[in-house]
């Protein structure tokens, strides 16, 4: 790395600087543009059309260049001016220069050079910086690619912990940690890129220049952070992301937006929390490493980046749990031993899990119990009591019912209801019935129906160990749909997940236009209060202004008009006769019908013809008239009175208010509507999630059974053996110590 100084910028000048499409006309034509040696003789990608190839952001243009020998560059071509530029790079490259590669964890450091002559525009050099292309796979790409391989999941969130382990340990902080300036290696390693925002040891006592990726930081967080923990809270998010979806892969479905530039959670739950969709999964899910990590991260929503705890693997490390434990000791975690968390939402296939004598997998262990073969269940008469205990109303009904149709024939006989030669086909009937009562009691007796599924089970395992590799295949068999049923049941659930979230986020934005359009008139309203109280004190200072305007003329006679040059004492009496005695008696002149034929306007409107005053006069006149009226205006009263402002005012605050008072309501109506829209989205996601953990339960108790039943087809000949022993013996119980005779003397004696 190093620093390129030269140009003829003062330091603190701040200057206007191209734009990407500046620069990429400047890019047509690298030979001229350039005065680095590899940049000046490379090739720069090409758009179809557009020429260089920009990747834009806020503060610059990035452009691909390939130099003659092979290696290729990122140039990144500043479009806004800093006067610290060259100081802050050149001190970045000083500190991650300085450290060694056998001290870090990763190659997460990316080699650059700072160049103050960069890149010529037009007749002036701007700087750039020159770092070298990285082949890496963008982070949301890459946990897209392999959410179908948790361990590889596992490892890229043990990989970004040891990064801001080194991060930590060498105090630099990047300052804009987030998905676009993480690349995956082929090999899972991070590199990290765009250090514009970068904070190292030499650069302490600066101000911040970005604050970051609004997805990323916390909403406390300002320029006054830029120091080595400024990293913090966003590193606490991303490591949240990784281990809940190397925990739950079904979680990146259900709280990624793939048209939103964040993992899982974004500012909207930053901000505001209790609205979130996303905390309330992270916080109720099964798995305790993923409520724990979430509940962590949610406390410190709220505090300044220098109270939150450094990101280290001790720091999510399970409490209690013992380095080197877990799946990390199989060569997961790279070393870190953070410990691994139990998948309880994905199911691998068969092929990929563990099985342990249990016939549990391994992740499962302590979450369901291990099943049982049926050579394992006590036989029904086994170890106490044998046979049917404890009579009960089925019991009763059935003894009655075989008693009454029993002896019912011969009473009707006896009473001569029916004539005897009847007696035997009604005793026969009777008798069937009889029969058919107790048979049906005993078939409703617990152990009469453990015993018969017990001879069931004993039957189709005599069945699967006669044929174990048919009983294997179709064992098999039933283990795949059962893991496709519950894929295509998660599938359903995220896709419905999803159509909650577009719900929300549309049903909100319809929300907050509606309260647009409802307040925007009381906001404009509002707004022109100022001007309308003006309007309304002019208006009630009218009144005085033109009385004392009225009273000024009323008070200039006439006979002033001699002061004019084309009036004279004959048209002054000419004006007296015609009833203009003073200025207040006219208004203005009228040339509306023949100009040569002038009329003066009295205050009431009449129409007033003076002899010898024509056009000139009756123009000088009316100026004349016009240069008093202004003479008064100008020493007219300037207020109202302060009954009549008090008035004023009181009604404006009272229309303040009552349009203050609509857009709180308006405001708390839509607060209303989008608190129900959260709650029954939150609801319904709650169930949904409730649902696919449980259905995620039964599959995993099912196929555990399943897996027990395979493990149990090994040496099927002695099991088979067993199993049909334990048939006849199971057969024998149901026909003698449960047999229908033992039951008619069970419903005799109670025994």
């Excluded at 990726?213 to 809270?233: C, E, I, K, L, V």
Aim: proline fraction near 6%; aromatic fraction near 6%.
């Amino acid at each position: 790395m190093g620093v390129s100084l030269g140009g003829d910028s003062g330091p603190g000048a701040v200057r206007k600087f191209p734009t990407g499409a500046n620069y990429a006309e400047a890019l047509q034509h690298p030979e001229l543009c350039f005065s680095d040696p590899d940049l000046k003789h490379g090739t720069v990608q090409q758009s179809p059309v557009l020429g260089p190839k920009a990747i834009s952001g806020n503060f610059a243009s990035v452009f691909s260049v390939t130099a003659r020998n092979g290696q290729r560059y990122a140039l990144k071509c500043f479009t806004r001016d800093s006067p610290t530029l060259g100081k802050r790079y050149a001190a970045i490259s000083a500190a991650l220069g300085g450290l060694g590669a056998g001290g870090l964890s990763q190659p997460w450091p990316v080699g650059f050079d700072f160049l103050e002559q960069g890149v010529l525009v037009g007749r002036e050099w701007y700087p750039a910086v020159k770092m070298t292309w990285i082949q890496g796979t963008g982070l949301i790409t890459w946990i897209e690619r392999n959410l179908g391989d948790p361990a590889a999941l596992h490892t890229l969130a043990d990989n970004f912990l040891a990064m801001t382990a080194d991060l930590e340990k060498h105090g630099i902080a990047h300052g804009d940690l987030q998905h676009g300036n993480l690349l995956v290696a082929a090999d899972g390693s991070f590199r990290l890129v765009d250090y514009d925002g970068m904070y190292v040891p030499a650069l302490r006592g600066e101000q911040a220049t970005e604050n970051g990726h609004r997805n990323y930081q916390s909403p406390t967080r300002t320029a006054a952070d830029f120091g080595p923990a400024m990293d913090r809270f966003s590193a606490w998010t991303i490591e949240l992301a990784l281990l809940a979806v190397a925990t739950d892969p079904g979680l990146w479905t259900q709280l990624h937006d793939r048209h939103g530039e964040f993992l899982i959670l974004s500012e909207a739950d930053f901000k505001e929390p209790a609205t979130s969709l996303a905390w309330p999964v992270l916080l109720t899910h099964p798995d305790k490493r993923v409520r724990d990590m979430a509940s962590r991260v949610k406390s410190f929503l709220g505090r300044s980046a220098s109270a939150l705890p450094p990101l280290t693997p001790d720091a999510v490390r399970i409490p209690g749990q013992r380095k080197g434990s877990g799946a990390s000791a199989n060569g997961y975690g790279a070393g870190l031993s953070v410990g691994r968390p139990t998948v309880t939402s994905w199911t691998p296939p068969a092929s990929a899990t563990p099985t342990p004598a249990s016939g549990v997998p391994a992740w499962m262990v302590g979450r369901v119990p291990a099943a049982q073969a049926p050579a394992q269940q006590p036989a029904a008469g086994a170890g106490g009591r044998a046979g049917f205990a404890g009579r009960g109303a089925g019991d009763l009904f059935a003894a009655v019912g075989a008693l009454l149709s029993t002896s019912t024939p011969g009473a009707l006989v006896l009473a001569a209801a029916q004539p005897v030669d009847v007696l035997p086909a009604a005793q026969g009937v009777a008798l069937l019935t009889s029969a058919a009562m107790v048979g049906l009691g005993r078939r409703r007796r617990p152990e009469y129906r453990a015993a018969r599924k017990r001879v069931r089970e004993l039957k189709r395992r005599s069945r699967e160990l006669a044929d174990p590799a048919s009983a294997y295949e179709r064992l098999e068999k039933e283990i795949r749909v059962l893991d496709e049923a519950l894929a295509k049941d998660n599938t359903a659930s995220d896709q419905r997940i999803q159509a909650l979230q577009i719900e929300l986020r549309d049903g909100q934005s319809r929300i907050t236009m509606d309260l647009n359009r409802r307040t925007d008139q009381a906001q404009q309203q509002l707004a022109g209060l100022a001007a309308k109280e003006r309007r309304l004190l002019d208006k009630a200072l009218e009144p005085a202004i033109r009385a004392h305007i009225q009273d000024r003329l009323r008070r200039t006679p006439i006979q002033e008009a001699l002061s004019l040059s084309n009036m004279g004492a004959k048209m002054v009496r000419a004006l007296q006769d015609a009833g203009i005695r003073s200025a207040a008696d006219f208004i203005g002149v009228d040339f509306s019908h023949n100009p040569s034929v002038v009329f003066l306007v009295r205050p009431g409107g009449q129409r007033v013809r003076v002899p010898g005053i024509g056009e000139a006069r009756a123009t000088a006149l009316s100026d004349w008239r016009q240069g008093l009226e202004r003479r008064a205006r100008a020493t007219a009263p300037t207020t109202v009175p302060a009954t009549t402002k008090a008035q004023i005012k009181s009604d404006i605050a009272t229309l303040r208010r009552t349009h203050k008072a609509e857009i709180k309501q308006a405001e708390a109506e839509s607060q209303q509507k989008k608190s129900a829209l959260q709650r029954r989205i939150t609801d319904e996601r709650a169930r949904l999630t409730a649902q696919r953990q449980q259905r995620a339960m039964d599959t995993q108790r099912k196929r555990a059974e399943l897996l027990q039943r395979q493990k149990q087809l090994a040496g099927s000949e002695v099991e088979w053996a067993r199993v049909v022993g334990e048939l006849a013996v199971a057969r024998k119980e149901a026909r003698g110590v449960l047999g229908a005779g033992r039951y008619v003397r069970f419903l005799v004696t109670g025994r």
